[in-house]
């Protein structure tokens, strides 16, 4: 592969990036989060019910942050906490429907942007590019892990 679209990829990659940081903290802005909380709200839209553990290992935080975090969402009415079906002693966390509402709500105009760039596209060329996008990101989550340990190592 030749250097300049090496350099190209790269500058573009970093450039969506910094726009997908820019949305994020905007949209953590409305939503009256910061951007962690906001993270959590996500994994909480896109999956089922998810444990305070699950939580702390995808955001990497401690148990005492994660308790801290679920707290000011439950008083903002975002999320909710539940009795595990089949484990009394845990809890599950769930996102409510008025946090739903919103953040759907103010993603919409994205959403349906978002569906007018993927139309441009063949099927052939997403296969494409989710396979270049799942290959980053396994890749950028091995980078986190690695930064994580560092950062273990020090504390």
Known sequence: ???????????????YQASVDDFDRELARLMG????????????????????STLAV??????????????RLEKLDYLSRHPHPTDRRKTLVRITPRALERALGLMAPFLDDSRH???????????LIIG???????????HVQRLRALSDQKA
Request: include cysteine; aromatic fraction near 2%; charge should be negative.
């Open 58 to 71: 995808r955001l990497g935080l401690t148990s005492g942050s994660v308790t801290t975090m679920l707290d």
């Open 132 to 142: 270049f996008l799942d290959a980053s990101r396994t890749t950028q989550n091995e």
């Open 33 to 52: 989060v910061n951007e962690t909380d906001l993270r959590c709200l996500e994994i909480l839209i896109n999956g089922e019910d998810a444990a305070p």
């Open 117 to 127: 760039i993927v139309a441009k596209y063949t099927p052939e060329q997403l296969e």
């Open 1 to 15: 592969m030749s250097s300049d679209i090496e350099a190209r990829l790269g500058a573009a990659v970093q450039a």
